[in-house]
């Protein structure tokens, strides 16, 4: 733990989600409130992933709450930005001109600003106007790689497109004072916009927590005796579709009809996957929907393997999704249908498999080969993975990596 010494700072937490949304910065806000830190909160009313209102509140405005002893505030949101990318863009940019009003109305009496960057950047932009306003200092945990990520959902990367965003993020990260990345291949793309600046690797932690043996008893009733299991958003590039492909041709291949794909979770690409599976008669293929977050832990350790998944792109490839490290924390064999920085991770380290995710073939193959694999060889994949946990993603000293980076 960070010793407190002297005048507490007052930290401004700038987030696009936050409790009762299931985020990592749920978990660092109220470790910091357990501390006696002085630390607040702007976000928007909860919504994800649904795009609608979570029961309990209204989507007013603005709107003040408390949890667990933290002031939270709370800015409005557009219905239906979850299906439809042109609600989605007004929606980013009305969350963004809200949170900017709130900061140059509220934002002199804090410290220091702390943006948990996941998702639209646009929401972090109150915290810079609060900086130039007020001059207050400016630290962003950066989990997601814009203008990259914007590109790889379909928008146009040239023109005035590109202009405006490329501003836009050079604007962002030219004023904050620290930079914090959770994977090292977004630094090249980061410096382009802040050549001078010095930028820190910090890793996510395991977002799921781990289970005690009397917790390992309760089972998750899997259809199959071989379960592989995807947890987690169901979007387009999650490349689920090839997955599924690569999965069909192997099941009706193999003699063995106990082996199943388990599809775990929600998102804007699940109903063409149910259909698909549907139209094509695909066997052995479950889709369980949402499950409690509470849920996941169990539904992780009763896996054979577990599964991540991402398109080809050179965004993606780049990404370490906090999905792995909760994989890690389940210690279960990782089957990775991606390129990038997660497949050299697994390889180098043993964790498991990959397959690169345009080769319906290759993921048939593996998906034949990984069912074949006797225990001796999947236990020692999950020891591989309890000492890269311990090494590289200690929940308790990235966290006090995190809270120096910010309190100093």
């Known amino acids: 733990m960070v010793e407190i010494v002297g005048k507490e700072k007052k930290i401004l937490v700038i987030a696009e ?12 806000v109220f470790h910091w409130k357990k501390q006696g830190r002085d630390v607040s909160v702007l976000t928007r009313n909860p919504s994800y992933p649904e795009g609608k209102i979570y029961n309990g509140y209204r989507n007013k405005l603005f709107q003040n709450e408390t949890i667990y002893d933290v002031p939270i505030s709370r800015v409005q949101f557009i219905p239906g930005y979850k299906n439809n990318n042109i609600i989605k863009i007004i929606n980013y940019l009305w969350n963004m001109i809200l949170g900017i009003l709130w900061g140059i109305k509220n934002g002199k009496a804090f410290d220091s600003i702390y943006i948990y960057h996941t998702g639209a950047l646009t929401f972090s932009a109150s915290g810079i106007v609060i900086k130039k306003i007020y001059h207050k200092k400016v630290t962003i945990w950066t989990q997601d790689l814009w203008p990259d990520t914007v590109y790889a959902y379909g928008w146009a990367k040239k023109g005035i497109n590109k202009i405006i965003l490329d501003k836009f993020v050079k604007w962002i ?3 904050c004072d620290n930079i914090a990345i959770t994977s090292p291949g977004f630094e090249s793309v980061i410096r382009k916009y802040c050549p001078s600046k010095i930028i820190h690797f910090i890793p996510q932690w395991s977002s799921t927590a781990k289970l005690n043996v009397k917790e390992k008893s309760q089972v998750v009733e899997y259809p199959g005796s071989f379960n592989f299991v995807f947890a987690g958003n ?3 590039v999650q490349n689920l579709e090839n997955v599924i492909m690569g999965f ?13 794909l388990n599809i775990i979770g929600d998102g804007s690409h699940l109903d063409f996957l149910r259909e698909k599976v549907q139209e094509n008669n695909m066997a ?24 991540i998944a991402l398109a080809n792109l050179s965004i993606f490839n780049l990404t370490i999704p906090a999905k792995f490290q909760s994989y890690l924390s389940a210690g279960k064999p990782i089957f990775g249908i991606m390129e990038g920085n997660v497949a050299d991770i697994i390889v180098k380290h043993n964790l498991g498999w990959v397959a690169p995710p345009d080769s319906i073939a290759d993921i048939a193959y593996l998906f034949q080969k990984i069912s074949c ?6 236990f020692e994949k999950t020891q591989n993975m309890e000492d890269l946990l311990k090494d590289n993603y200690n929940r308790e000293s990235l966290i006090q990596t995190i809270t120096k980076l910010v309190f100093s």
């Open 17 to 28: 989600v936050f409790a009762p949304e299931d985020f990592l910065i749920n978990e660092l």
């Open 173 to 175: 990260y030219s004023n």
């Open 234 to 236: 169901i979007g387009k």
């Open 248 to 260: 069909d041709q192997f099941i009706k291949d193999t003699t063995n009809k106990e082996i199943w």
């Open 284 to 307: 052995n293929v479950k889709f369980w929907g949402r499950v409690k977050a509470a849920d996941i832990p169990y539904f992780y350790n009763n896996a054979d393997v577990l599964i």
């Open 373 to 378: 694999s006797n225990s001796e060889i999947l």
